[in-house]
Structures are given as C-alpha cells and as structure tokens.
C-alpha cells in the first residue's frame, strides 16, 4: 500500500510515548495516577491514531496531531482506565427484581450491618462460649427456623448451589420423578435437566407438558429412586387444561414410599402477596407446612436479601449436605451472611419488613404514591425550560421480575418523553451512556421510564441527565 503524502507528513507528526510522558509530568492531572497507567494509555492513543492515519480517517486530519490535542486523548483514555467497572444504575425499567441490574436491593439495616462485618474481625467461624471453632451456618439457622417453622436451615452462595447441593446429596446414581411441565431453564444456562446430570442424578420425566398426575409419579417409583422433585415454574405459567400435583399429595406419596420430596421454589417468599391485592404466590412457610424433606429458594429475589441460596430442611438431610466437600466450594461468604441474618431479622415483623425492604417496598407501593412520584419526575424536566421536551404519562405495568409472579401485571405510571430534534434512540442512547445511566424503555417511538424502581434522590438525577442532554444537542 503507497501512502500519500499526508499520511506521510502526519505520521512524522505523531508523537511518540516518552515525549507524552515528558509532558504528563508536568501536567497537574496525571500527578496522582500511577505511571503504568499513563504509560498504557499513551500507547494505545499513539497507536489508534496511528492506525487512524493510515486508514486515512478524516477525524486525525481535522482535528491535528498538536500535543495539546493528544494529551487530551491520553487524559479521556486514563479517565476511562481509572474507573470502576462496575458502577450504580438508575432502573426506571418498572422491573423490580432487574437481573441484568443487580436483583435486590438491601434493607439498610442489612447494608449497616454490611459495613460492620466487613471492617472488622468477627465470630464468623468461632464459638464464643466454648471458646474455639465454630460453624459458619449457624449465622442465620436460628433465624431461617424461626420465621419458616423449617427444622434445619442453612445459606449457600445461590439457589443455583442450593439445588445441586441437594441433588448431589440425595440422589447421585438415582433417579430424581419430576413432572414434564416442571423441566425448567431458568435463564443464564440453568436448566434443571442439566444441573441433574451434573450431579450424577437421573432424570425419570412423568406425566406430559400440560397435566401430570399422582398416579404418574406413583407409577415411576421404583427401587433406584432417590428423589421426587417438584419445581417452581419461576418464569412461565402452563395455562389452559392442566393438572399438577400439589406439594402436600407429593409429600403423602413420599411418606409412604419411603422417598424423600424436595421442593425448588425458585423466588421463595416469605410474604402473602395476595394480602396486598396482588395473585397469591405460595409462600416459603406453606411448603414448610407441607412436610417437604428439603425446601430452596433464593436470597435475592423475592425475599430481598443479598445472592444467596437457602436450604431449609429436616435435621438429617440438612446434617449430610454439610458433610457434602460440595459445601466447602459453595458456602456463603461472611459479608453476604452478614446483610442476609439482618435482611432475615426484619422478617419477625412482615409489615416492617415490607417497608424496609425494597423488594417489597417498590412491589407494594400503592398507586396514589406511584402517581406522585411521577408528578414529580415531570415536574423537575418541565423545571429545565426546554421547549422541545415533550412529557406524557402512561398507565402501565410493572414487573416483579427474577422469574417471579411472571404474569402479575402491576399496574403503574410511566413518565414517557419526546425530544423535538433528537430521535427517541438518541434520547435512550444517551442516557444509557450518562454517569450514572439511566435505563428506561422505548415503546411507540416514546423513551419511557417506569416510575416505580426509582430510588426518591434519583428523580433529581435523572432532571440533570435530561438537562445535559438538551445542553448538548
Ligand atoms: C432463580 C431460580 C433458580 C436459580 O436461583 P439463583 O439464586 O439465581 O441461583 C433456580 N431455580 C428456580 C426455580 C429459580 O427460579
């Protein structure tokens, strides 16, 4: 390839690393970041716009190979390599349980106690009274036990563990009876099917997708079976002409074959839903209630606590899964312990516990706050003075999210915005792209954000983003 005279002329022109480092020196910014930095980001600016030169792009030719103007370019690339990764969000998708966006948030009483644990040495594994080794589990049995009626409890470092923990305990080289409409991908390649062949437990399907009896589970014991295994169908409904067998009837079948019944509950709740006019979703304390052997479900879902996966269960199951070398790679580490036992506390007292936690604070918001809230989101943009913001409200659905209540409409108000002279996806763009993002929806060529999940000192920040948006365009 023959270059132009330009390109020729500009690459004699582009600086090289020691000289930018030269004048880095004495420039106040760098001052405080480590010369690795500096020297990286150097590099990689000395080396795109080389790359740029002889691609012949026509940004280098305009903008000039000055060094004030590729110090510049060094300063924006060691602003990029000096920030966190990972970095708050403002979630105005109305989805309460944001996979993609963290799940829950915690109580503050679980953050303070956060903050205690993680500064400071603790009882983690260390038996006060007796005065030597003690058993991380026992953080938050006490508590589990307390407000589930469960015999035995323990937390693990997510459902994921929790459900092959207990099929690796229970069932390896066994078969595991699990209905055909309960074969479930979670999302994320968790797929019961194969979480199971995991483990070593065989899977013996029953019944059909839509309807599957008791008889079908009765027909399928046979001397290799470990487990029956009921499934909390987090993310779908099998709606229309179905028939699925309750935990109680499993656990009479079990009782009587001798078999253990275990239960994944997926979301877990702790709290009735329909007390608040919401569907009914089975709680926690029922399938306790039920007699189930084994019983998981997760701690950042529904329940509103940090990732974590709880296993409530009888003594003897819950005895040998702590036997299990599995444990040791999936235990719970101290600082999750820590917001879980203080998350679980609130609990004691489900209307506490329902305004203390966001999970189910931000689900059972009623209407008329929701409302208020979007008043005064629009407020606060209408404040900017910039004619070409066009601000509609929408009566909307939320969702709970985290594959569950996965067909509970939540009615809500979405704020919807328009910007004469921006396209909708510029809009949507450019607030992904702010610090901190804002993260909303297009519906209908409209930027929606759904009131909901908004945090109260967000509404201002998001009026900022807005503003800085219009200033730019
Ligand atoms: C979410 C879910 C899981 C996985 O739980 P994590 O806490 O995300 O590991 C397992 N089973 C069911 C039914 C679920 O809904």
Redesign the pocket.
């Known amino acids: 390839m023959k270059l132009s005279e330009t390109q020729q002329m500009l690459l004699r022109r582009l600086p090289g690393v020691d000289r930018m480092l030269e004048l880095a020196k004495s420039d106040v910014f760098f001052q405080d970041i480590p010369v690795s930095v500096v020297t990286k980001s150097a590099r990689l600016v000395i080396e795109s716009l080389r790359t740029a030169i002889l691609e012949n792009s026509s940004e280098v030719i305009e903008q000039g190979l000055s060094d004030a103007s590729v110090v510049e370019r060094i300063r924006e690339s060691v602003t990029a390599a000096m920030s966190l990764n990972l970095f708050r969000t403002i979630n105005a998708t109305g989805v309460v349980v944001h996979?993609n966006l963290g799940r829950s948030l915690l109580a503050d009483e679980a953050i303070a106690n956060l903050q205690v644990i993680a500064g400071r040495y603790s009882n983690l594994e260390f038996d006060i009274n007796a005065g030597k080794r003690g058993s991380r589990y026992r953080a938050v049995e006490d508590i589990l036990c307390e407000i589930t009626g469960a015999q035995a409890a323990m937390a693990v470092?997510?459902?994921?563990?929790?459900?092959l923990l207990c099929l690796d305990t229970l069932a390896k080289g066994k078969e595991v009876v699990l209905s055909r409409g309960e074969l479930?991908e979670?999302g994320?390649s968790?797929r019961?099917p194969d979480v199971m062949a995991r483990t070593g437990a065989i899977l013996k399907e029953v019944g059909t997708t839509n309807r599957t009896h008791l008889k079908d589970y009765a027909g399928a014991i046979g001397d290799s079976t470990g487990l029956l295994l009921k499934?909390?169908?987090?993310?779908y409904r099998v709606t229309g002409f179905t028939a699925s067998v309750s935990l109680s009837d499993l656990v009479t079948l079990g009782k009587t074959k001798g078999i253990a019944v275990m239960e994944?509950?997926?979301?877990g709740t702790l709290v009735d839903f329909s007390r608040y006019g919401m569907q009914k979703e089975p709680t926690v304390q029922e399938s306790v209630a039920s007699g189930a052997d084994v019983i998981?479900?997760?701690?950042?879902?529904l329940l509103g606590g940090p990732?974590?996966?709880i296993i409530l269960g009888t003594r003897t199951i819950l005895d040998s899964i702590k036997q299990n070398p599995l444990t040791r790679a999936l235990r719970i580490d101290k600082l999750t312990l820590a917001a879980l036992e203080s998350t679980l506390c609130l609990y004691r007292d489900p209307e506490k516990a329902r305004q203390a936690i966001p999970t189910l604070r931000m689900l059972t918001l009623p209407i008329s706050e929701i409302q208020l809230r979007a008043d005064r989101l629009c407020a606060l943009l209408s404040d900017i003075g910039d004619l070409r913001l066009g601000l509609t409200q929408h009566a909307l659905s939320s969702r709970a999210g985290?594959?569950?209540l996965p067909l509970l409409d939540i009615p809500t108000v979405c704020v919807g915005m328009r910007v004469t002279g921006i396209s909708t996806h510029a809009v949507e763009s450019f607030l992904r792209h702010h610090i901190p993002p804002v993260i909303g929806r297009i519906e209908t060529d409209v930027f929606l954000m759904d009131v909901r999940t908004l945090q109260d000192d967000e509404l201002q920040w998001i009026q900022t983003a807005v503003a800085e948006l219009l200033k730019r365009n």
């Open positions: 996979t470092n997510n459902n994921a563990a929790a459900v479930v979670i994320g968790f019961i499934v909390h169908t987090s993310n994944d509950l997926g979301s998981t479900f997760s701690g950042d879902k990732q974590a996966g985290g594959g569950s």
